[in-house]
């Protein structure tokens, strides 16, 4: 039982990354699902959740309008597209799963999730 975090690399200044989070060995459904990063010096911080039990979505307000979060069923993943990237959203982004619970929606508390990736590295700069 884990997760899987991909996607992540070196990008320009208003560039765009796609992060794959891929669960093995469980079924994503009907867990919630959060990406959190945190950057140098900085505590984690949630980014963006997908609730697979009623498949509701929470974004946060620092990336709202550009970051996105999806989940394709057939390849048990869930997506973090990021778009308009700058500095400030450099850091290492994890995905997490909470499968304790199901059926709550989303909540990016993170205390609340049990099951986390290895973290995949953005690094924003020209």
């Known amino acids: 039982v884990q997760l899987q975090a991909s996607g992540g690399g070196l990008v320009q200044p208003g560039g765009s990354l796609r992060l794959s989070c891929a669960a093995s060995?469980?079924?994503?459904?009907?867990?919630?699902i959060t990406w959190f990063r945190q950057a140098p010096g900085k505590g984690r911080e949630g980014v963006a959740c997908?609730?697979?039990?009623?498949?509701?979505?929470y974004v946060a307000d620092s990336v709202k309008g550009r970051f996105t979060i999806s989940r394709d069923n057939g390849k048990n993943t869930v997506y973090l597209q990021m778009n308009n990237l700058t500095p400030e959203d450099t850091a290492v982004y994890y995905c997490?799963?909470?499968?304790?619970?199901?059926?709550?929606?989303?909540?990016?508390?993170?205390?609340?999730?049990?099951?986390w990736g290895q973290g995949t590295q953005v690094t924003v700069s020209s």
């Open positions: 997490a799963a909470d499968t304790y619970r199901a059926g709550y929606g989303c909540y990016i508390s993170l205390e609340d999730y049990n099951l």
């Open positions: 060995g469980f079924s994503l459904d009907p867990y919630a």
């Open positions: 997908f609730s697979s039990s009623d498949d509701s979505t």
